[in-house]
């Protein structure tokens, strides 16, 4: 979907149109007044005080209505320069546009407002040359927003809206609006019964169902089984842990506004977990260890806590509570390219199993002018940075650098997906530390006898199962791979009386086979209930009547399709067999 921020042409166009929205307000609702009114990546919004008057979506049509009226008569948008003094008198009945005056500096801001017809308002512009270019909009939507987004001050209004140049291309926007809607994660789970949240919990920590659950756990097999195969150690370690670990780590320093408040029990402040690296370097210093112990790779799915604004909670996508796939590698220094190779080769072959195909690597470096965020030694960031641009290098691994993104501790590799809905987040990542093994005085003895600080490669494959699972959903709309269905086969015996006992016959034979089934026994019609498993996105759908019975076997169809396949029961069940383990 385009980012309409990013493209000149439509910016000005949904920046103008945004003042389009103000004047037809202003006509209907003659008390409205107006906070601001920006471009982003979707298109427009404007905050707007009502007074006690609440607009609802059936009063979008109306204000359409009168825009394009505006529209038509085809006024000029003229721009006016004004000293402060002067701005201050023409919106001196205006509380929220007189905020933004007082703010300005006198001298050195060119203070401008535009004019189309009746209407002026305050802004930088720019902005398109008539009304009459502001044929092809659509209202979105309204919701509320706190005045400067300070839950303290008054709620406003905001109306949301988007503005293209040809009625072809708004067309186009709006279908691609409806298919989001459609694949948004949170519309699905609500949909497939996958996970729910409610505030009487808490925002931000959504909850799974059974079937929700069912994926999840497969997840969480699915990648444990790799890590397996490739020599990881899986551990256990608490959601818990002291201040003076956090502090130990650094993250207390530079990461404390993420987390949530300390608890004081016993004399010792607690925090909920943030991130795992602290508990798995406490599990590496359990002992020494030899060169020869090296490479030793902890792995854990560990459930972790993050003080997400409210604003940015997104069901599973972005939660306060998460489960994230994580892992810390020990090595040597000459064992930092090996061991890196190997992670990205892991990353691209689950890639390859869930055929991602559209990402991106970042280099994410630190801002050496951020003495706040980043831990102060310059030695260790040029080293730690031009290790990690190396081994890009030599892998052949093309990538674009990004400067501030690192963690507090050093450079990372982060390969960004671009979902099906929303914004491009990170998805993977492996980072390269030289510090906090240094800060938590970890050590092996090499083949001199001496003892040597380790090196530890951070790395998620998954990133959070959550979030790798909301991804998947978008992905797929919901229609899910067979081995990762949560119900991989529906029953439906077309008569109860008759059909039944077969249906329950073939059932139980699946289940022994640890085959994912359900049986819709319900007394309704056969369509209906084909219907509903249609809807429910079950892989494989299977119809019991007359014929299936007397002969002994199994008929099917695949979600999506009217076609039926008859099998024998062995035949059937070997098919089924081997799908899952060709995608698993």
Same mark, same amino acid.
């Given at each position: 979907m385009i980012n309409i921020?990013?493209?000149?042409?439509?910016?000005?166009?949904?920046?103008?149109?945004?003042?389009?929205?103000?004047?037809?307000?202003?006509?209907?609702y003659p008390q409205a007044k107006f906070w601001v009114g920006p471009v982003i990546e979707e298109g427009f919004y404007y905050d707007i005080d009502?007074?006690?008057?609440?607009?609802?979506?059936?009063?979008?049509?109306?204000?359409?209505?009168?825009?394009?009226?505006?529209?038509?008569?085809?006024?000029?948008?003229?721009?006016?320069?004004?000293?402060?003094?002067?701005?201050?008198?023409?919106?001196?009945?205006?509380?929220?546009?007189?905020?933004?005056?007082?703010?300005?500096?006198?001298?050195?801001?060119?203070?401008?407002?535009y004019t189309q017809g009746d209407f002026t308002d305050l802004c930088r512009g720019p902005h398109v040359d008539s009304v009459k270019e502001l044929k092809n909009f659509k209202l979105l939507k309204i919701s509320g927003a706190y005045f400067k987004g300070d839950a303290k001050n008054k709620m406003l209004q905001r109306i949301y809206g988007v503005c293209f140049e040809t009625s072809e291309e708004l067309e186009n926007h709006l279908h691609e609006l409806e298919e989001a809607k459609l694949r948004d994660h949170r519309k699905i789970g609500k949909d497939l019964d996958l996970f729910m949240s409610d505030d009487l919990v808490g925002r931000g920590l959504p909850m799974f169902l059974p079937k929700g659950y069912i994926?999840?756990?497969?997840?969480?097999?699915?990648?444990?089984?790799?890590?397996?195969?490739?020599?990881?150690?899986?551990?256990?370690?608490?959601?818990?842990?002291?201040?003076?670990?956090?502090?130990?780590?650094?993250?207390?320093?530079?990461?404390?506004?993420?987390?949530?408040?300390?608890?004081?029990?016993?004399?010792?402040?607690?925090?909920?977990?943030?991130?795992?690296?602290?508990?798995?370097?406490?599990?590496?210093?359990?002992?020494?260890?030899?060169?020869?112990?090296?490479?030793?790779?902890?792995g854990e799915v560990a459930h972790d806590f993050r003080y997400e604004a409210s604003g940015a909670v997104k069901g599973i996508e972005r939660a306060r509570h998460f489960c994230q796939n994580d892992a810390h590698i020990f090595v040597t220094p000459e064992q930092i390219k090996g061991e890196f190779k190997n992670v990205v080769d892991l990353i691209f072959d689950v890639y390859k199993d869930f055929n991602i195909t559209d990402y991106r690597c970042v280099l994410s470096l630190r801002d050496p002018d951020d003495k706040e965020k980043y831990h102060p030694d310059d030695a260790m960031w040029d080293k730690a940075e031009n290790e990690l641009r190396q081994v890009l290098n030599e892998l052949g691994i093309e990538y674009t650098e990004e400067i501030g993104e690192a963690a507090f501790y050093g450079p990372k590799l982060d390969?960004?997906?671009?979902?099906?809905?929303?914004?491009?987040y990170t998805l993977s990542t492996c980072q390269l530390d030289f510090?906090?093994?240094?800060?938590?005085?970890?050590?092996?003895?090499?083949?001199?006898?001496?003892?040597?600080? %380790?090196?530890? #490669?951070?790395?998620a494959i998954l990133g959070?199962?959550?979030?790798?699972?909301? &991804?998947? $959903? !978008?992905?797929? /709309?919901?229609?899910? %791979?067979?081995? #990762?269905?949560?119900?991989?086969?529906?029953?439906?015996?077309?008569?109860?009386? &008759?059909? $039944? !006992?077969?249906? /329950?016959?073939?059932?139980?034979?699946?289940?022994?086979?640890?085959?994912?089934?359900?049986?819709?026994?319900?007394?309704?019609?056969?369509?209906?209930?084909?219907?509903?498993?249609?809807?429910?996105?079950?892989?494989?759908t299977l119809i019991i009547g007359d014929k299936e019975k007397e002969a002994k076997n199994i008929s099917y169809r695949l979600f999506g399709t009217s076609e039926t396949t008859t099998l024998s029961q062995d035949e059937f069940v070997d098919y089924v067999l081997n799908q899952i383990k060709a995608y698993k």
């Open positions: 921020k990013e493209n000149e042409r439509l910016s000005m166009l949904n920046h103008s149109c945004a003042h389009l929205l103000a004047q037809a307000v202003k006509h209907l009502l007074g006690d008057t609440v607009i609802k979506e059936e009063d979008l049509a109306p204000i359409e209505r009168e825009m394009k009226k505006i529209a038509k008569d085809g006024k000029r948008i003229v721009r006016h320069e004004l000293t402060k003094e002067e701005a201050l008198e023409m919106f001196k009945d205006d509380p929220y546009k007189l905020d933004l005056i007082d703010r300005m500096d006198s001298d050195s801001t060119v203070i401008s407002c994926v999840w756990q497969q997840l969480e097999d699915y990648i444990k089984n790799k890590e397996r195969k490739l020599g990881y150690l899986h551990v256990m370690t608490p959601c818990v842990g002291t201040v003076n670990l956090y502090k130990t780590s650094g993250h207390w320093d530079h990461y404390k506004e993420n987390m949530f408040p300390a608890m004081e029990m016993d004399g010792e402040s607690f925090v909920l977990r943030p991130m795992n690296c602290p508990h798995h370097m406490m599990i590496y210093a359990n002992k020494l260890h030899s060169y020869r112990e090296l490479p030793i790779r902890i390969v960004n997906v671009k979902p099906a809905v929303g914004n491009e510090c906090l093994p240094a800060k938590f005085d970890l050590k092996y003895v090499d083949a001199d006898g001496e003892k040597k600080t %380790p090196v530890v #490669l951070h790395r959070s199962l959550d979030r790798f699972m909301a &991804y998947i $959903l !978008e992905e797929t /709309k919901g229609n899910l %791979p067979l081995w #990762l269905a949560p119900v991989q086969i529906m029953i439906i015996p077309v008569n109860n009386e &008759y059909h $039944l !006992e077969y249906a /329950k016959e073939i059932k139980e034979l699946l289940e022994n086979h640890n085959i994912r089934v359900e049986l819709d026994d319900r007394e309704e019609k056969l369509s209906y209930r084909m219907r509903e498993a249609q809807t429910s996105k079950v892989p494989i």
